[in-house]
């Protein structure tokens, strides 16, 4: 009987423990949080949640546009940022890989909250004569300097159709929201993006006009040289942008983007009271445009994500009945494989100095550590 009371105390105390935490939850008064550029969905969406949140938490929210991927999570890494409205980043960044493959970077331990479905696509001007992806050989095409999100999605629909930046016309630009006014300009035929970018929309409505050439999901082969390229990459039939609707849609790269993402180590009480003001305050940006509703948590509140979940967030999305067995099972799977890329990189370092390899060595080294070391 002793042992039950005991028992029974522990319990209690264990459950008032978690009322407390959960009451201590507060949202910070301030926050900077960063997002694509200026013209670009994710700035659009993140403005409209901040936007929100200014007005029913009187919460102050700055936002740091970036074209580039360092500059969206440079903000995160020196604690300048909290929070960023991401794309693929999170995943190159996680493993240690492209422009996070150098020594003063190396796999970042990156946490999601929340992160909408997406479709992207090459937004190809509606003069440019492109009918399918093979027609883009020798067309104009923006490739954004040290962005690796939104490069490697280009070379995924490339490869598509057999072809690579090799085969076109490449315009190189400093950032995404660049490499979209340069359709509009009519410096390029084709970028890659997010049909909902504000931007598309204008291309849309100019005499280019817009045109989305289609990855039909029964073409076996072009989604294996996809996979190749990113295996992270899957179907989806997209509705909503510029230039799509039901009766017009087109089948392109699904993804997932905005990712909202912080570190690991950021509060969990925090994280879960900005995760549930995000959540809670739907209502107030719901009609920004056609793509919100992929915010409601019981879509953007499961996994696969670019990297685990948030113990923050998932507490949330557990007290809402969001999260499932299977999301939990998919995050744990996903820690696992951050803390084998963590503890590679350990590895690879420390060979790197007893060999005393030259600084300008390390990536070609790390690129072939991990096809040795990491499945």
Known sequence: MKRMKTVASAVLMLAA??????????????????????????????????????????????????????????????????????????????????????????????????????????????????????????????????????????????????????????????????????????????????????????????????????????????WDRVKKVGSFFAPITETVGAGLSEDNPAQLIGYRYPMIATYADTSADEVYAVTKAIVETYDLYKDVNKIMPRWQAKIAGHPPADAPFHEGAVRYLKEIGVWTAEDEAWNQDRLARMKAVQAAWDAAMDEALEKNLPGKDWEAFWADYRAKNLQ
């Open 17 to 222: 423990g978690a009322l407390a935490g959960t009451a201590q939850a507060e949202l910070p008064k301030s926050m900077t949080w960063t997002a694509y550029d200026v013209g670009s969905s994710g700035y659009v969406e993140a403005s409209a949640m901040a936007d929100a949140l200014m007005k029913e938490e009187s919460t102050r929210v700055r936002i740091m546009p970036s074209g580039t991927s360092i500059g969206r999570l440079l903000p995160l890494k020196t604690g300048r940022a909290a929070y960023g409205w991401l794309a693929n980043e999170i995943y190159f960044a996680a493993e240690a890989i492209h422009d996070f493959a150098a020594q003063e970077w190396g796999p970042q331990d990156l946490r999601v909250m929340l992160g909408r479905p997406a479709g992207f696509g090459l937004g190809v001007a509606g003069d440019a004569g492109v009918k399918t992806l093979a027609d883009l050989k020798g067309k104009r095409i923006a490739r954004v300097q040290a962005n690796p999100s939104v490069n490697i999605k280009v070379e995924a629909i490339l490869a598509f159709a057999g072809l690579t930046w090799d085969d076109v016309e490449v315009v190189d630009v400093p950032s995404y929201g660049a490499s979209l006014r340069a359709l509009v300009e009519g410096t390029a035929d084709a970028a890659g993006g997010v049909p909902t970018a504000a931007t598309f929309r204008e291309l849309e409505a100019s005499p280019r006009g817009i045109v989305w050439p289609s990855l039909p999901d029964d073409d076996k082969a072009g």
